[in-house]
């Protein structure tokens, strides 16, 4: 399937979902494990009838989701097609009987509260150092540019966070940040909380999708929202 734009997930409507770096992202509040066990029992039934699945995580009060298609088609702007991780209609479609089952078992959806981070590598060349982190992150050189037309290493199970590559100039110093996603509405208080906590702003040019945070030491973090998956008004 086609990967899908921020408007047309912002069109679906999924009040329950964030849009956050390739992927969809959901957080179900829970009385105890046990009703996070038959949450996930019932999410899994849906997934099976639909082929497609959700990655979860069930912790102490809540029910993670992460939704997103390995076989997403991206075009680039010379019309040549990319295979992707991204989200695509089944991605929609699923996310929609999750709600549908979260409030058919009474659980209230913290869209607020789901948050992915991903590490970020300035380089002038990608393809030159790519191959030592596909190695020291996932011990797999196929994480190279899994799921991505570029050199970013992703780990197919998810034990690590996604490593993608930002331009540097040559001869510059390798520079690495963390990327923190977080939903647009959280974006401004993150940031808050970081200015309080005495960080700076040192680049917001992209802002709202991107500002950059430093803190006393140099050391940057980046707060990543996308306002496009969103539905307005």
């Not at 069109?11 to 329950?16: E, P, Q, R």
């Not at 069930?58 to 010379?78: E, F, M, N, P, T």
């Not at 060349?125 to 996932?138: E, N, R």
Request: glycine share 10%; with cysteine.
């Amino acid at each position: 399937m086609d990967m899908l734009s921020g408007e047309e997930i912002a069109a679906a409507d999924l009040a329950d979902w964030r849009k956050l770096a390739q992927g969809l992202h959901a957080r179900y509040r829970i009385d105890d494990f046990g009703a996070g066990a038959r949450f996930l029992v019932e999410v899994g039934g849906a997934g099976d009838a639909l082929g497609h699945h959700p990655s979860v995580a069930l912790g102490d009060g809540h029910v993670d989701l992460k939704l997103l298609s390995d076989d997403a088609i991206y075009r680039d702007d010379a019309g040549s097609e990319h295979v992707v991780q991204w989200v695509t209609q089944k991605d929609l479609d699923l996310a929609r009987r999750i709600s549908e089952i979260a409030a058919e078992q009474g659980l209230t959806a913290d869209p607020a509260a789901v948050t992915a981070i991903e590490l970020g590598l300035d380089t002038a060349d990608s393809a030159a150092i790519a191959p030592v982190w596909a190695a020291l992150l996932t011990g797999d050189p196929a994480a190279q540019g899994l799921g991505s037309p570029s050199d970013e290493i992703r780990d197919p199970t998810g034990r690590v966070p996604n490593l993608w590559f930002g331009d540097a100039a040559e001869g510059n110093q390798e520079r690495c940040h963390i990327e923190v996603y977080v939903p647009p509405e959280v974006g401004p208080q993150r940031i808050a909380a970081a200015l309080s906590a005495g960080g700076t702003v040192v680049d917001d040019s992209k802002a709202p999708w991107l500002t950059v945070i430093a803190d006393r030491e140099g050391n940057r973090g980046v707060v990543c929202v996308d306002p496009s998956a969103v539905k307005q008004g």
